[in-house]
């Protein structure tokens, strides 16, 4: 090699290694100050199977995905703020995120309940296909900008039980002056039918049931229930229940924060909530049957079914609540509207198909 060759190649190499060490040196404080902090609220307690536990794994997938670059931080409720201030707690920016269920906040919107739970509601596949194709996440949307709120989808329990009694249910007579656990449109039909329902957090419902303060509760299913040893204070466990037909357990964030993030961060967030949307129903699905097992063979529990009195008491009550609920607001109304159309167009195919294969394979197989 001609030493002025050499030479010209020493310094392509030189400059390109100082070019390097300028960009390794630019690019730590850059990286740092790329890091971010997010704040996660829950209104579950820590550890919980299935509610606690989905919201703990969406929190630690985010910080996964962005490979630690989002640091988050995640508090069960009761270790920042009380289960029902998670809300405020996010609205006003003192945290980024809360994981929870959105008819817990019927008092600040009736509007809000639609995107958790409604009695007679839609199912997981049916509430999914609302938000994602038939207009329920832009109405969530317009719901939350009116506190600065940016909803996603973060899990679902499916088709949740009656609940737990101290007492048969055989008439909607039982239900008058009952003491129960039960929030939301749910907590209002019971009230139509002369009950008196109770809001409370998950965390404080073993000890009011034992105690007394309260008569009746519902929770979950047969894995969350049997975590909460519902069983050792109520002897029969109702089902179908008609006010959870498939919750939107959400992960929704300050929108002013959300939306200051990167495009790419934004959906980071979103993939991680739509992939714990997917599997904790999974989960439910998977673990529930076993544990009604363990739950009547082991605990001695009565299984019941609400008879259709019960039902038909249940429906009427949840029409004179749906037509006072929508005339709240035209924003209400609205919501209320698409939620029936929603109902009506993926219910009249699920009929022709999930029902109908159902019960056939039922028929057929001898299943129940």
Known sequence: MKRRDFIKGAGIAAGA??????????????????????????????????LGTGAQRFAERVGELSDGRINVEYYAAGERVGAFDAFDEVASGNAQCYHGVEYYWKGKHPAWVYFGAVPFGLTYTEMTAW??????????????????LKGFMCGNTGVQMGGWFNKE?????????LK????????????????????????????????????????VGPWNDYAMKFYEAAKYYYYPGFHEPGPILCSTMNKS???????????????AATMEND????????????????????????????????????????????????AHDDLTNRVHESFLNARQEVGSWANLADTAYIAQRNRVLGNS
């Open 17 to 50: 290694g100082v070019a390097a060490a300028a960009s390794s040196t630019l690019s730590a404080p850059a990286v740092a100050q790329e890091r971010i902090s997010m704040v996660v609220v829950s209104t579950w307690p820590r550890d919980f199977p299935g």
């Open 257 to 271: 924060w959300f939306t200051s993030l990167s495009k790419n961060d934004q959906l980071l967030i979103e993939a």
């Open 180 to 219: 129960m656990r039960i929030p939301g449109l749910g907590g209002d039909v019971m009230a139509k039918l002369g009950a008196s329902p109770v809001s409370l957090p998950g965390g404080q419902i073993y000890e009011n049931l034992v105690s007394g303060s309260i008569e009746a509760t519902e929770w």
């Open 169 to 177: 249910i055989n008439s909607s007579e039982d239900l008058k002056g």
């Open 279 to 326: 599997i904790l129903m999974a989960e439910f699905n998977a673990k529930n049957g076993q544990y009604l097992t363990k739950l009547v063979d082991e605990q001695g529990v009565e299984l019941r079914r609400f008879n259709d009195d019960v039902y038909d008491a249940f429906g009427r009550a949840s029409a004179e609540v749906f037509e006072e609920t929508r």
């Open 131 to 148: 938000i994602r194709y038939l207009g329920g996440q832009e109405l969530w949307d317009e719901v939350g900008d009116e506190f600065g």
